[in-house]
Nanobody, 126 residues
Framework: QVQLVESGGGVVQAGGSLRLSCAASGGTFSTYAMGWFRQAPGKEREFVAAINWSGGTTYYADSVKGRVSMSRDNAKNTVYLQVNSLKPEDTAVYYC???????????????????WGQGTQVTVSS
């Protein structure tokens, strides 16, 4: 059984930075693309970033482009999300997920991800 465990969230002032981590276990981590999504109170879960199996290709939502960087360490079965210049509107629970389809298409579509972590809360104060 695949398990994903996020960490690194917290309370940070606007303009600050956070590095989120997602540790995977129980599966063949290095052959799957991974994604980060977030969900703010009262809103739908939305795509943030994705990375292909090797880490050589990334894709970001327009809302965070230029402020986030996703990376992975396949030796550690871990993906990361570096978020800079945080804004109050970045406040949300951040989830990592495994993309079950091998193609790089539709990386921003929730339905194409099969395993999800429990999430880590990010709160940005103004």
């Amino acid at each position: 059984q695949v398990q994903l465990v996020e960490s690194g969230g917290g309370v940070v002032q606007a303009g600050g930075s956070l590095r989120l981590s997602c540790a995977a276990s129980g599966g063949t981590f290095s052959t799957y693309a991974m994604g980060w999504f977030r969900q703010a109170p009262g809103k739908e879960r939305e795509f943030v970033a994705a990375i292909n199996w090797s880490g050589g290709t990334t894709y970001y939502a327009d809302s965070v482009k230029g402020r986030v960087s996703m990376s992975r360490d396949n030796a550690k079965n871990t993906v990361y999300l570096q978020v800079n210049s945080l804004k109050p509107e970045d406040t949300a629970v951040y989830y990592c997920a495994r993309k079950w389809l091998s193609s790089w298409n539709r990386v921003d579509v929730r339905a194409d991800y099969d395993y999800w972590g429990q999430g880590t809360q990010v709160t940005v104060s103004s």
